[in-house]
């Protein structure tokens, strides 16, 4: 079974998702994680960051065999995560990468296409929304910046998530919206929890 969960930054996707994964016994793949990879892989210089081996296991992410688990979270990745996300090349590898380890068993995969793109046929898909301002003092309690900085760079990231011409930013036709402001990430994991069991 395959559970997508899809939504902007700071809607709770990673933290939902995982606790969903832990409740359900299923594994938990951080798509987003992947493109941070290839972000970083950029920042240090790679001649082909594509080439470079990615793997993500345990809530832990490796690129060419070294932890970069912290080192893709940095406020300087995430910002070219966004931008190297709107290359066709980068989403058609990364997307190929996606659909392989989905096929494997059960998942609970999280990112901004992967009910409308990876795997539209998901028995059940997600869309996790908050309001802006909500999604701002989550990141910013995450990396500790400034939250109004924060809002105004998610508002830039969501026009480019939203607008690019590849796998853009929308909600699956067949997706169930969540909205998490107010809400805690047991009450929301355990709503999705419960419309797994449903589908199952």
Avoid: W
């Avoid at 996606?98 to 409308?116: F, K, L, N, S």
């Avoid at 795997?119 to 908050?130: I, N, Q």
């Avoid at 910046?145 to 853009?168: C, T, Y």
């Amino acid at each position: 079974m395959l559970i997508a969960i899809d939504g902007p930054a700071g809607a709770g996707k990673s933290t939902v998702a995982r606790a969903v994964a832990d409740a359900l016994g299923f594994t938990y793949l951080d798509s987003g994680a992947m493109y941070r990879c290839v972000a970083l892989a950029e920042l240090r210089g790679a001649e082909e960051p594509l080439r470079c081996a990615i793997e993500l296991a345990n809530g832990r992410a490796t690129l060419d065999g070294e932890d970069v688990t912290d080192a893709i979270r940095t406020p300087e990745v995430s910002e070219l995560a966004s931008r190297v996300a709107a290359r066709p090349e980068v989403r058609a590898h990364l997307v190929a990468l996606q659909r392989a380890m989905i096929a494997t068993g059960d998942y609970v995969a999280e990112g901004r296409d992967i009910g409308t793109v990876v795997a539209p046929d998901a028995e059940l898909k997600v869309f996790l929304t908050a309001s802006a301002h909500e999604r701002a003092r989550r990141r910013a309690e995450q990396t500790g910046g400034d939250a109004e900085q924060v809002l105004r760079e998610q508002e830039g990231r969501d026009a480019r998530d939203s607008g690019r011409e590849h796998s853009p930013l929308q909600p699956a036709s067949d997706a169930l919206h969540v909205d998490t402001t107010g809400l805690s990430i047991d009450e929301v994991a355990q709503q999705i929890v419960r419309l797994a069991q449903a589908v199952r």
